[in-house]
């Protein structure tokens, strides 16, 4: 392995290229995760026979031709996991990327590989996608910035698809300012959290209330509490006021049990058709969860759709302008490499049982580091509503965490 993809963090560390304008990001590179669309360039999804069985792209990505533009140089296609349907980063074919910040235990996924450039500093930033917490997680465990938009405020174009209905693309880096950077060429609505001086009339990032979420940290051992405190803590400070609040009377179980429904019927509809034509290999949690899937196609998803709207409507009434919630992104920190599959399947709900609170409703949200036990990173995040990206961003900025 070369020393550039020391980490394994790359599927194609030899793919490059350069800036094709000036703008907010000169000077600066990013790694793109191996669903991305780029010219010349043949995605895998993290599987052999996907890789097989489609041609190299025309064209660009929207987002990838976005950063492109505003300056920054592309370097690098990332590993994924497979059709971008886990949440460990271990894959069986193409292995896993080592976690730079605990060396040991997975990275987290399905956006690994990016995850793991910026935590080893290889890239500036990294785009990634997210449905279900695939840039959230791994952004948590390798002790990144990482950040889900709004559903449908960046241009999915060029991206391999896995919910429609969820999929996102997100990024990572270093730091908070540079999320914000790439935010502000990547998000289709500029309005909501404009800087001052950047021209118009700016709305102030000033934040009226920040909303804590009882079921979220109950699902938290007191030693990863206690290395999460500081950090709530300084959030606190940058609120008007903060509230302890219950967001979800079902338990965040049956919240997660309709993501996963709904999420996996999606998957199955987009995919299905090329997994009965092609027969593909999959690892065995991938085939097992793709199998689960396909018995979902036939089911009447009614009762979870209407679960979702109203799961949706709650938390966009909760979260309007200036207000946001504070969730820990994961319940601890990253579980060994090569563990037992039923361990790793309940680390992965524990953790969908927090990300689908911004999933089911197409909320933004950030993850920010924190040190945890051992030195083990773990993720505070903040989610915000519908829109409030921007707003989002620049209060994060500002408060240096």
């Not at 990275?107 to 840039?135: E, I, N």
């Not at 209905?165 to 935010?183: C, I, K, P, Q, S």
């Amino acid at each position: 392995m070369d020393t550039y993809n020391r980490y394994g963090a790359y599927m194609a560390p030899d793919l490059q290229v350069p800036a094709a304008g000036s703008g907010e990001l000169d000077g600066l590179t990013f790694a793109v995760k191996d669903v991305f669309a780029v010219a010349g360039h043949a995605s895998s999804a993290g599987n052999p026979d996907w890789l097989r069985s489609h041609a190299p792209a025309r064209e660009h990505a929207a987002a990838v031709a976005r950063l492109l533009q505003a300056g920054a140089a592309l370097r690098g296609a990332t590993h994924t996991d497979e059709l971008m349907y886990s949440l460990g980063g271990e894959n069986i074919h193409y292995g896993t990327p080592v976690n730079p910040r605990a060396e040991g235990h997975i990275p987290g996924g399905s956006s690994s590989g990016s995850a793991v450039a910026v935590a080893a500093g290889l890239a500036d930033f990294a785009l990634g996608t997210d449905t279900g917490g695939s840039v959230r997680v791994p952004s948590a465990y390798c002790g990144v910035y990482g950040f889900r938009p709004t559903h449908g405020s960046v241009a999915l174009d060029g991206v391999i698809p896995l919910a429609p209905g969820f999929d996102t693309v997100g990024w990572m880096a270093g730091n908070a300012e540079l999320l914000l950077r790439v935010g502000r060429v990547l998000l289709e609505h500029r309005d909501s959290g404009r800087i001052p001086g950047e021209g118009g009339d700016s709305l102030s990032p000033e934040i009226d209330t920040l909303y804590i979420a009882d079921e979220a940290w109950s699902l938290l051992k007191p030693e990863i509490a206690g290395c999460l405190e500081p950090g709530l803590r300084k959030l606190q400070g940058g609120a008007g006021r903060s509230v302890e609040t219950s967001v979800a009377p079902e338990g965040l179980r049956a919240w997660m049990d309709t993501f996963r429904e709904l999420q996996g019927a999606e998957i199955w509809a987009t995919h299905g058709a090329w997994i009965t034509r092609e027969r593909p290999v999959f690892g065995p949690d991938i085939a097992a969860r793709l199998a689960w899937a396909e018995s979902l196609a036939a089911q009447d998803h009614s009762r979870a759709q209407a679960m979702r709207s109203d799961i949706a409507l709650r938390l966009k009434r909760l979260l309007g302008p200036g207000c946001f919630l504070v969730i820990p992104t994961v319940p601890g920190a990253a579980p060994r490499r090569g563990g037992d599959l039923e361990q790793l399947e309940r680390d992965r709900s524990g953790a969908m049982m927090l990300s689908c609170i911004a999933g089911l409703a197409g909320l933004p949200q950030v993850t920010l580091p924190v040190g945890g036990p051992a030195g083990h990173p773990l993720g505070l995040s903040v989610i915000a509503g519908p829109g409030e990206d921007l707003r989002l961003l620049t209060w994060v900025a500002r408060m240096r965490m």
